[in-house]
């Protein structure tokens, strides 16, 4: 028959306790604490993965921002564009409008010193034809002299008429 020691028994009594004990004081507290461990790895991960979206929602959201923005800018140059081609058009048919007055009234103002000058120039002949005249009246001398006469009143005319263009060429 087999014999079994008491020692033996004591000793897988003792195992048995000693498991028991094991078991209670550390292997749950352990369990527990991996538990835990594992618990708090998973709402970190999920708390990061939830960042991770939201960073993502923002990032996409600046950059619909920034393309918005781009599009503005572009716009507001586009239009800044066409405005300052505007003025440059409207500043060119300004100018073109005030040169072509400035010419009307330049052709204007030669246009009434031309007819003074007839005028003038007119009165002149007069005055000397008046003037001839009267000296040839006055000097009742033969054909020669009054010839003579007629020449040298047509000169003195002439130097008259060319002395008053040119003052008045002068003035201009």
Known sequence: MISIDRSI????INFLILVALLFRF????????????SNHIRE???????????AEELRLKYEEESKNIHIKYQEMQEYANQE?????SKIID??????EKIKQTAEEKARIEIDKLYSDLKLDIIDISTEMAAKLLHERIDISKQDQ?????????????EIKTDVQHGKQ
């Open 84 to 88: 300052a081609v505007k003025i440059k």
């Open 9 to 12: 028994i004591f000793q897988i």
């Open 44 to 54: 970190e991960m999920e708390k990061i993965e939830k960042e991770k979206k939201a």
């Open 149 to 161: 006469l007629i020449e040298q009143l047509l000169e003195e005319a002439i130097n008259k008429i």
């Open 26 to 37: 550390l292997f749950k507290p352990v369990v527990q604490a991996l538990d835990k461990r």
């Open 94 to 99: 300004e100018a073109y409008q005030e040169s």
